[in-house]
């Protein structure tokens, strides 16, 4: 074949002057020995077609016989040759596979370490807190249980300061004013007991007058007795602060550890009745007065005041919730 590739055409003999064929055919040959090549490197079509039944026959047989396939020795024995190459190849190409990844992973987990950072800055607020809430809530119980014990609608409110020291008075403020409903000469209590009257009101706020002031002055009555009497302040505040006593019957003695309540206005200004003041602690004479004297430790403790109840005529127009006499939260 490379002879005929480069074999050059032998001249015909003709007659005198006749040339020999040029280019042409010694180009056709070259064209049909390099189709002959190209045919000769393509694999014929029906050997094509043998090697794709072959290869599906194998798969079907693999896929039917299972672990029994004759076809898993060869398998395995290829796994063992190219899986530490595999191996080997997966431990290098890794890291830097792992790049983008690493950065994803780094932006979530600083998220997520800001949501667990979070997490606990509220987990310990609630944990600070948490008796705060606890004492709130039993307030609030309590003040319900009052109003539905002593039949009063009550205005929570909370008390947000004390009275000057310059005043020479014991007040405190609350954060309820007239648009709660509130007017001056309302009793003021909370789930202890009396803790006094309001004197001035705002728009949002009211100055109330503590029973324990030197000139507060409420009636009184002896739960065990009956005998009613005035209670008047000393102006303490704290564990140490007192009430005094004063029966209107001379004779009558009240006893260690008898309930003081309040007697009651007229019209329920500035007391209603029934509100406990306080027990008795000591009882002594006076004999230039002539009169039956009671020590009377009160029941609220002043020094911490939190949640208060102003007792308002039931239906009072309020821009807060009332609690009803029955209890409920209107």
């Not at 004759?70 to 790049?99: D, I, K, M, Q, S």
């Not at 667990?116 to 606890?134: G, I």
């Not at 002593?150 to 648009?179: C, E």
């Not at 308002?312 to 009332?322: C, I, L």
Request: proline content about 5%.
């Amino acid at each position: 074949m490379a002879v005929d590739l480069f074999e050059r055409p032998t001249r015909q003999r003709s007659g005198q002057g006749q040339q020999p064929p040029r280019g042409p055919m010694k180009r056709e040959r070259r064209w049909r020995v390099t189709e002959r090549l190209e045919d000769r490197g393509r694999p014929s079509r029906s050997l094509v077609v043998a090697l794709v039944l072959a290869c599906l026959s194998l798969i079907t047989l693999d896929s039917t016989a299972g672990d029994d396939s004759p076809v898993e020795p060869v398998r395995r024995a290829v796994g063992e040759v190219l899986g530490p190459v595999e191996v080997g190849a997966a431990a290098v190409v890794r890291p830097f596979v792992a790049v983008p990844s690493w950065f994803r992973t780094h932006a979530d987990l600083r998220g997520e370490i800001g949501d667990l950072e979070a997490e606990n800055a509220r987990l310990r607020t609630e944990v600070n807190t948490a008796d705060y809430d606890r004492n709130r809530l039993k307030e609030y119980d309590g003040l319900t249980a009052s109003a539905e014990d002593l039949g009063y609608s009550l205005v929570p409110a909370r008390v947000v300061g004390l009275g000057p020291a310059q005043s020479f008075s014991s007040t405190v403020t609350i954060d309820a004013g007239s648009q709660s409903g509130l007017r001056p000469d309302m009793t003021v209590l909370n789930n202890d007991g009396l803790v006094g009257r309001v004197v001035r009101v705002t728009r949002t706020t009211a100055t109330v007058l503590l029973i324990v002031d030197a000139d507060s002055v409420v009636g009184g009555r002896v739960g065990s007795s009956m005998e009613l009497g005035s209670v008047e302040g000393r102006g303490q505040l704290g564990s140490t602060g007192r009430l005094d006593l004063e029966l209107i019957d001379s004779s009558d003695v009240p006893k260690r550890d008898d309930a003081v309540v309040t007697w009651g206005s007229e019209g329920g200004a500035p007391y209603v009745a029934g509100v406990p003041i306080g027990r008795v602690t000591a009882v002594y004479s006076s004999l230039r007065e002539t009169a039956q004297r009671a020590v009377v430790e009160p029941y609220v403790d002043f020094a911490a005041l939190d949640l208060v109840g102003v007792v308002v005529p039931s239906g009072t127009a309020s821009d807060r919730a009332v609690i009803e006499a029955d209890g409920s939260v209107r």
